[in-house]
């Protein structure tokens, strides 16, 4: 195997942050390496100094053997590195070939455009990825997976001899997900030395050749992905070992039933869905992207319009609708996309945390209580364990995981005891995520009543109690949490058409 | 496993719908005409078309401008007032040093393209937002159109031939049966050559871009501040165009005037379908958007409107297409 990329000794400073301390990285022809650590640990930065978006501080670079510096972008293409950025770097009102092209338009001696030239080269790029994309297509109209081998045709068409993925399954569904990794083999079978940034054990296992784990900045060790079990990697990644022990499930069938849903219809993604939750009991929702998971949450915590159905809360009926009515009621919801929708990220911790209870911490002349505030955020920070300095820095500096406590903080001081966690653990590191699976846990065990969407099923296997499963908008069946359940009973109610009914319950 | 959750999307389901928003405003524009036709005789009459299609010149140029700056996802609330600066410094190459009059117009247009570099530098190099930027550029530019003329009109009384490049008629000439003024031919012109620009050169391809993404043009490898330059510069320019059509019809450049001129361009472009969150908009419909303006304000006035009301009607206008826009994109999804 031949080196193609060699990082030596590479130190990066940020304002307050040394954010690489002496890194390094190797890369061999026709590899899939992948790169693993917490969020913090360096990845991005370090492939970000390899496509040439920062400056090192000091340390080399080598190309093929030859000393290189990476001054920008555009010097990345042309030593033939390309990246796929987490989050997609595309034009979204430019259509397909243009975005491909951008900055390189073939143009004639008067700056005109040759619009026909760049559709047949897309389309020829897609042929040999062997996908049908329209060039002429608005990007977007299309799915966030399309718009990803819409960004790996961009970075093939400089002939990249490297292409960096920073977690670019974050927002694929399983068919997705295999789709890009042929695609991902085909290149490998070229010759394309890959980086592989991903949270996703299985995945890690199953594509890559070697995993290089970063921690802190540093460089921690390189290890080959086919003798090296999941739990050194992530060994090495914590540096300790992880508490992967599911909890027992508790026995709840005598519990009184918090939240109650008949009949919940909107539109195509929501028919006739039904179920019941107990206080105390965590409900996974599985599914493939696009099941209509998400689309039930937003029907009962009012922010779609419920076309039907009922909802019960605590017994009595609720005509929920709008996401006031659910607070109301005592249900929240945390989104999937937390800094969208969850967090006003540019404000600080104890506002965040105050925003839906501010009426409670305000007189009649509209004056906040901010000693009583202060408190209360503190009692929050403290239960939930949330790090950080002190409760007036702004949520945007936080890590994922923290910023997920202060959305579960913000409901818990509301006096939400129904709580709906919609991708609770995207983007988040694997330290991170153990410590919300137990928070869960001790929320449920405090009565809490919760549904957890997730789109990992090892996660909804590890925190469900029960785990319903939808497919097309329906509820294709609810079955036990716990060891009895398999991937691969869930993975067959998730793609159970309309055409087989059949019931299955708990 | 579900062939259409992969194969969804990989064709366009509908046709780029900038398109129908043109067609909205360009029906508006049809049933304006149509309506005043019916309401007052003396609406369509050529010499009363004419004066709305010259109405619509200036404001229509300086529409043009606005729309490039917004499609990149700024604003340019500096129109106005520059439009005014360029038309002091025709006055002033022309009248105060009595040079010909091709160095007034380069002059102008130059000026204008300095400007709008300066504004485009404030913008894309110290990262100051549009709005501020062009806000204080908005002042400065009134203060110094003051400065320069004394505070007093410059005429151009040695260059007889200026009010000709404006109010004359090249197409009346050539067929006396059509006087259009040259006013109006250069807005149309101008239109179609920035159109042209917009669409098939990779100045346009960038405006577009900007104002998709910036950040993926950054990352694309694309001297993205540099083109951001480049389209402030060229707005400013074609203001430029606006001062000298203003100062010839006129005769004269007024220092005073100008300010108020921007919203007119921003409100036009607005109606014309152009997306003020940048990455898309078109020409077309910014000239349709000056017209509707222009036969509004033109057919309250035939129809005796007091102007008080007129300006309410184009508030309530802008509004209604504004809306009309949203909800149109709404149900696109």
Not at chain 2, 192 to 207: A, D, P, Q
Not at chain 2, 248 to 254: C, G, K, T, Y
């Amino acid at each position: 195997m031949t080196e193609i990329v060699r990082m030596t000794a590479i130190e990066k400073h940020f304002p307050g942050v040394h954010a690489l301390r002496a890194a390094r990285f190797d890369l061999h022809h026709g590899e899939v390496h992948a790169l693993m650590g917490e969020n913090g640990a360096g990845k991005s930065t370090l492939m970000k100094i390899l496509s040439g978006i920062y400056a090192p501080d000091s340390g080399s670079i080598q190309v093929a053997g030859a000393e290189v510096s990476i001054a920008d972008p555009r010097a990345a293409q042309a030593l033939g590195i390309g990246i796929i950025h987490q989050e997609l770097a595309l034009m979204p009102d430019l259509t397909v070939a243009q975005n491909i092209f951008i900055g390189r338009e073939p143009r004639n001696r008067w700056g005109i455009l040759d619009e026909a030239q760049i559709n047949k080269d897309a389309e020829a790029i897609f042929a040999t990825m062997k996908v049908r994309i329209d060039p002429t297509a608005e990007v977007r109209r299309l799915t966030i997976a399309r718009q990803q081998m819409v960004e790996i045709a961009k970075a093939l068409s400089f002939r990249s001899r490297i292409l960096i993925m920073d977690e670019p399954t974050a927002a694929l569904n399983e068919n997705e997900t295999e789709e890009l990794f042929t695609i991902i083999r085909r290149l490998k079978s070229e010759g394309v030395a890959i980086v592989y940034i991903s949270h996703k054990m299985n995945e890690i296992r199953r594509i890559s050749d070697r995993v290089t784990v970063m921690r802190d900045g540093a460089y921690v060790g390189t290890v080959g992905a086919a003798d090296t079990t999941i739990e050194t990697i992530i060994s090495m990644m914590v540096g300790r070992e992880l508490d992967q022990t599911v909890a027992a499930i508790p026995d709840l069938t005598g519990a009184p039933v918090a939240l109650a849903v008949r009949g919940l219809r909107h539109g195509r993604m929501v028919r006739d869905v039904s179920f019941e939750l107990r206080q105390g009991e965590i409900l996974g929702f599985a599914g493939l992207m696009g099941a209509g998971r998400t689309e039930v949450a937003r029907v009962i915590f009012g922010a779609d319009p419920r076309e039907a159905g009922e909802i019960e809360v605590h017994g009595t009926a609720r005509d929920i609708r709008s996401p006031q009515d659910a607070v109301a009621a005592g249900i929240g919801y945390l989104s999937e996309d937390r800094k969208q929708f969850g967090l006003a990220l540019g404000i600080d911790v104890r506002g965040n945390i105050a925003l839906p209870s501010l009426d409670r911490f305000s007189d009649r002349f509209l004056r906040v209580d901010e000693a009583g505030l202060a408190q209360a955020a503190a009692r929050q920070i403290q239960s939930l364990g949330i790090r950080t300095p002190s409760d007036r820095q702004e949520v945007r500096l936080l890590s994922g995981g923290n910023q997920q406590k202060v959305v579960i903080a913000k409901w818990l001081l509301r006096d939400c005891d129904i709580l709906i966690f919609d991708e609770p653990t995207r983007g988040i590191d694997v330290g991170a995520k153990a410590e919300i699976y137990r928070l869960l846990q001790t929320l449920a065990e405090a009565g809490k009543a919760i549904i957890v969407i997730s789109s990992e099923l090892p996660e909804i296997l590890r925190v469900s109690h029960r785990i319903a499963v939808m497919c097309e908008g329906r509820l294709t069946g609810i079955l036990p949490g716990g060891p009895q359940t398999s991937q691969h009973e869930i993975m067959r109610l998730a793609t159970r058409r309309e055409s087989e009914p059949e019931e299955a319950t708990a | 496993m579900t062939a259409t959750d992969t194969q969804q999307g990989s064709k366009p389901r509908r046709p780029a719908s900038g398109a129908q928003q043109k067609i909205l405003a360009f029906a508006s524009l049809i049933v304006l005409l149509m309506f005043f036709s019916v309401a007052s005789p003396n609406f369509l009459q050529t010499g009363n078309i004419l004066a709305i299609l010259q109405a619509t010149s200036v404001n229509g140029v300086l529409a043009v401008a606005a729309t490039l700056v917004i499609i990149t996802g700024g604003i340019d609330l500096s129109v106005g007032t520059l439009m005014t600066f360029t038309a002091v410094t025709a006055g002033v190459v022309l009248t105060y040093w009595g040079l010909p009059m091709p160095f007034g117009i380069i002059g102008a247009i130059a000026m204008g393209a300095f400007c709008g570099f300066i504004s485009g530098t404030l913008v894309a190099r110290l990262k100051i937002p549009p709005f501020i930027a062009t806000l204080g550029m908005m002042l400065i530019l009134k203060g110094l159109s003051l400065v320069v003329s004394g505070t007093k009109p410059i005429y151009f009384n040695d260059t007889p031939s200026y009010p000709a490049l404006s109010t004359g008629s090249l197409i009346g000439k050539l067929f006396p049966s059509l006087p259009i003024p040259n006013g109006v031919v250069i807005l149309f012109v101008l239109a179609m050559v920035i159109s042209w620009v917009l669409n098939r050169t990779t100045l346009g391809r960038y405006c577009f871009a900007l104002g998709s993404n910036e950040e993926a043009v950054r990352l694309s490898g694309v001297n993205a501040s540099g083109w951001k330059v480049a389209i402030y510069a060229l707005a400013g320019g074609i203001c430029g165009v606006a001062g000298l059509l203003i100062s010839s019809r006129l005769n004269s450049a007024q220092p005073a005037l100008g300010l108020g001129y921007e919203l007119d361009a921003i409100a036009a472009v607005v109606i014309g379908g152009t997306s003020l969150a940048g990455g898309r908009g078109s020409i077309l419909g910014t000239i349709i958007g000056a017209l509707i303006m222009s036969v509004l304000l033109n057919g309250l006035r035939i129809m005796s409107v007091a102007q008080e009301w007129q300006t309410v009607v184009t508030g309530a206008i802008i509004i209604a297409a504004v809306y009309a826009d949203m909800l149109r994109r709404s149900r696109a999804g």
